[in-house]
């Protein structure tokens, strides 16, 4: 079985700096896109930052210049480098994987559990 595993998160002030980190455990063949999104309360899901597998990569037009993503395709890896938080960036972040093929079977998408972000004004 294929899951991931997120960790990073927590409360920072705004101006401050959070990584957030993902990985897909399991046997994994490939992965198409992994990227992170985000849902504040009474709010929509939304997608942060994704980056395929050809390493082409898109941010929500809120984060560019302050949000990096980076993914290790040998490893199953992606992480988010948040800089210069802001309070409108507190949410519960998620991290999500499309289009897995893994020994135990394709997954057409698979998402974390979901880490909190709180920034304080």
Do not use: H
């Not at 959070?18 to 709010?43: D, E, H, T, V």
């Not at 941010?59 to 040998?74: A, E, N």
Request: hydrophobic fraction near 35%; aromatic fraction near 10%.
């Amino acid at each position: 079985q294929v899951q991931l595993v997120e960790s990073g998160g927590g409360l920072v002030q705004a101006g401050g700096s959070l990584r957030l980190s993902c990985k897909a455990s399991g046997i994994i063949f490939s992965i198409n896109a992994m990227g992170w999104y985000r849902q504040a309360p009474g709010k929509q899901r939304e997608l942060v930052a994704a980056v395929t597998s050809g390493g082409s990569t898109n941010y929500l037009d809120s984060v560019k210049g302050r949000f990096t993503i980076f993914r290790d395709g040998t490893k199953n890896t992606v992480d988010l480098q948040m800089n210069s938080l802001k309070p409108e960036d507190t949410a519960v972040y998620y991290c999500n994987a499309d289009r897995i093929r893994a020994r135990s079977g394709y997954f057409s998408s698979l998402w974390g559990q979901g880490t909190q972000v709180t920034v304080s004004s």
